[in-house]
């Protein structure tokens, strides 16, 4: 970690600007750590036990090491001034600041719930009743930051800022859900499901939510030029197997309709042939798939098949991506931008983008997959 692990106010030659971007260089590694573990399914590399870093602060940067930013920091921590709203006139605070901050906090309260339902102390009721706890501050803490960035009734494409605050707002509020849908798996195993049944309606309700926003986060052409990396860090494979997992194992569920037209508009933003990822000026195009790519969506397109067979839908029966652009921008009308929905371009390939990948297609190999390229995917169960 080269020292990106401990906090740097212990070094008295650092200027306060040097601290602070070597807490954003270590926050980051903290998120990225962790966000690449869950999706692969393994420990993350940081040791939390010797993790020393203060939270980011949310100053402007220009405020940074001042002593008009040193006082007002100062009286937050006392609890003697509540934290500026981004925005206002005379605020201290910057809106990507409150959002770095409030996604870094979340990170920390992801990887202590992971800790605890994946340590080696037993999964008992009293740490689920924790971690529930511990969920509902997250909320409150998430919101509140949502709260304190700025508020558009009606938003300017062409404003940098409004745009921003909006899809900073959303995302923090897909990441309040997102946590949800580790729980998933340990509750709907339990041996008394009945006395979780709330609570795994919650985690549903906070699965689809989640992936919902996800969606919105891709349809709304207003976030092209935030939507760089996509799919990468927060694509919701986890939320949609565990909608698909509880539609096959409960097709008469109240929550079954609901999941599906969840997953479908999901589903309807890539397809077989290759997923989205976004350009460096911010129009989507196609990534073809690599070594694993097919199986893996023929796992998800199967498992699809199966749920919605039992619970007695068509699985031919598909969304285009227009019409999922047109129901994501009607349901969160509520942030402003305009509603009218323009003819839905297919992904666009540029002219040198097959040559990118012939090569590692045909010659490379995924060093993180292990799949069997002989494995029969349609007939996996």
């Known amino acids: 970690m080269l020292g990106c692990d401990q906090e740097p106010s212990q070094y008295a030659l650092l200027s306060s600007v040097a601290k602070e971007i070597r807490r954003r260089i270590g926050w980051q590694i903290y998120y990225l750590d962790l ?27 220009e405020l940074i090491g001042t002593s008009t930013g040193i006082a007002y920091e100062n009286a937050v921590h006392r609890g003697e001034q509540e934290p500026d709203h981004a925005g206002l006139e005379g605020s201290l605070v910057s809106a990507p600041a409150i959002f770095a901050s409030a996604k870094y906090h979340q990170s920390v309260v992801t990887q202590s719930i992971l800790e605890r339902m994946y340590g080696r102390s037993p999964l008992t009721g009293k740490v689920l009743s924790d971690i529930l706890n511990d969920l509902e501050t997250l909320r409150f803490a998430l919101s509140s930051s949502i709260r304190r960035l700025p508020q558009y009734d009606v938003v300017d494409a062409l404003n940098s800022d409004a745009v921003f605050a909006q899809w900073a707002s959303l995302l923090l509020s897909a990441l309040i859900d997102r946590n949800w849908t580790y729980l998933y798996y340990p509750l709907s195993h339990a041996t008394d499901k009945r006395k979780w049944q709330e609570t795994l309606d919650r985690i549903l309700n906070h699965s689809r939510s989640y992936l919902e ?38 097709p008469n569920s109240q929550h079954t309709e609901a999941n599906i037209s969840a997953i479908d508009e999901a589903l309807s933003l890539c397809d077989r042939e290759g997923g989205m990822i976004g350009g460096r000026d911010g129009p989507l195009n196609r990534r073809p798939l690599k070594e694993g790519g097919q199986e893996a969506w023929y796992l998800i397109w199967n498992l699809r098949t199966q749920a919605w067979q039992r619970a007695g839908y068509n699985p031919e029966q598909l969304l285009t991506r227009a019409e999922t652009v047109e129901r994501v921008r009607r349901r969160f009308a509520n942030l402003g931008f305009a509603t009218s929905i323009t003819e839905a371009d297919g992904f666009q390939l540029p002219d040198h983008f097959d040559s990118m990948f012939d090569d590692e297609l045909r010659t490379g190999s995924d060093p993180f997959m292990s799949l069997d390229p002989n494995i029969d995917w349609l007939q996996w169960n």
């Open 213 to 250: 926003r996800i969606t919105a986060l891709t349809c709304f052409d207003e976030f092209a030029p935030l939507q760089w990396a996509w799919p990468g860090i927060h694509q919701p494979l986890q939320a949609i197997m565990v909608l698909l997992h509880h539609i096959k194992q409960q």
């Open 35 to 61: 966000l690449v573990a869950v999706a692969a399914g393994l420990p993350p590399l940081k040791d939390t036990k010797s993790w020393g870093l203060c939270p980011l602060g949310e100053l402007r940067d």
